[in-house]
């Protein structure tokens, strides 16, 4: 199967699951932290891993326009599933230009050193808690991409994480890292964040970028270290020179 139709046939089977969650018996808290974290969530990133090749396409910048157009338009008419995966696309879209202004590794190691903290303290402290805190479910949900549990529950992923999500995976391509591996760890990284919420009895949830940014980090960072070390020598040569 090539990407186009692997892409087409994941888009229909979460947009199915999307209409037909409501209409399934609850099965429980663990259950629905299971499905959503093992299941859900790595089927609708996995939408940006079948798309990543286009992560350094000549007409990203249209493409991602068009893009958010299309998925603010879709998310003004309403909470659908439409708006759902018009949100997914664009903010990976989103991401991949944001990448394209990336010229040295380094930089997307500082970003993915940063950004955690600054999301940290949007969730305990900023913009997310205030949204979160009084009521603001509406904004909340324009803001984030929605993930069904059977019987209606909602989880949600910020569209800055899928953005990171993206930018991160496509760096891996650029920088001849292990996209695969972080693809997997940073889906793992999410679960087991959504999975910390609940223990903790986080009302507001936990940041999300954190276990992004070490998913990334951590399966590359032999790479990252190496790529890195070989840079510096290779200034320092100039230098002498």
């Not at 903010?91 to 970003?111: A, I, N, P």
């Not at 949204?131 to 019987?151: D, E, K, Q, R, V």
């Not at 793992?188 to 223990?199: G, R, S």
Request: hydrophobic share 60%; net charge positive.
């Amino acid at each position: 199967m090539g990407r186009p139709a692997a892409l087409l046939a994941l888009t229909v089977a979460v947009s199915a699951w999307s209409l037909l969650a409501p209409r399934l018996q609850p099965i429980g808290k663990w259950p629905d932290i299971a499905l959503v974290g093992l299941v859900l969530m790595p089927a609708m990133l996995g939408l940006t891993w079948i798309a990543l090749p286009l992560w350094n396409n000549r007409r990203l910048a249209p493409i991602a326009a068009a893009g958010v157009a299309c998925a603010v338009a879709l998310t003004a008419l309403g909470p659908g599933l439409a708006a759902n995966v018009a949100k997914v696309a664009a903010m990976t879209l989103c991401g991949w230009l944001f990448l394209s202004l990336f010229e040295e590794l380094t930089w997307v190691v500082t970003v993915a050193l940063i950004v955690p903290w600054v999301d940290a303290y949007s969730v305990w402290r900023g913009p997310t808690k205030v949204i979160t805190s009084h009521g603001h479910a509406a904004l909340f949900g324009a803001l984030s991409i929605s993930f069904l549990a059977p019987g209606g529950g909602v989880a949600g992923l910020g569209l800055p994480d899928v953005m990171f999500f993206a930018l991160f995976l496509g760096a891996t391509v650029r920088f001849g890292l292990r996209p695969g591996l972080t693809w997997l760890a940073m889906c793992a990284m999410l679960a087991a964040t959504i999975a910390l919420t609940t223990v903790w009895a986080v009302n507001s949830g936990l940041p999300a970028l954190p276990g992004i940014a070490i998913g990334f980090l951590l399966p590359n960072i032999d790479l990252i270290w190496h790529q890195v070390a070989r840079r510096r020598h290779s200034v320092i040569r100039l230098s002498d020179g």
